[in-house]
């Protein structure tokens, strides 16, 4: 079973950046398409961007033009780096395989607080 490990949350003000990292406990990680996610409080976990094994990105339009997915396949390891951050990213920040493309998910992540204030 794929062990992930977020790192990177933290609180900033609106405005500023972070760059979100996840690891993986194993290589089968290269093997798949890979998805960062969120869920806000009281909110359903929603899919934020993706990133193919050859390096295909797409983004929710929420986060269009201000986020960027990219990994490094050496380290195991997929990013997110966020830019000009709302108040409404505020959530944990997960990451897993892109389920939409498989059908499956790995066991969740302990993921990482955003917080973002006005």
């Known amino acids: 079973q794929v062990q992930l490990v977020e790192s990177g949350g933290g609180l900033v003000q609106a405005g500023g950046s972070l760059r979100l990292s996840c690891a993986a406990s194993?290589?089968?990680?290269?093997?798949?398409?890979l998805g960062w996610y969120r869920q806000a409080p009281g909110k359903q976990r929603e899919l934020v961007a993706t990133i193919t094994n050859g390096g295909s990105t797409n983004y929710a339009d929420s986060v269009k033009g201000r986020f960027t997915i990219s990994r490094d396949n050496a380290k195991n390891t997929v990013y997110l780096q966020m830019n000009s951050l709302k108040p409404e990213d505020t959530a944990v920040y997960y990451c897993?395989?892109?389920?939409?493309?498989?059908?499956?998910?790995?066991?969740w992540g302990q993921g990482t607080q955003v917080t973002v204030s006005s």
């Open positions: 194993t290589n089968i990680f290269t093997r798949y398409a």
């Open positions: 897993n395989v892109d389920i939409r493309a498989y059908g499956f998910q790995w066991h």
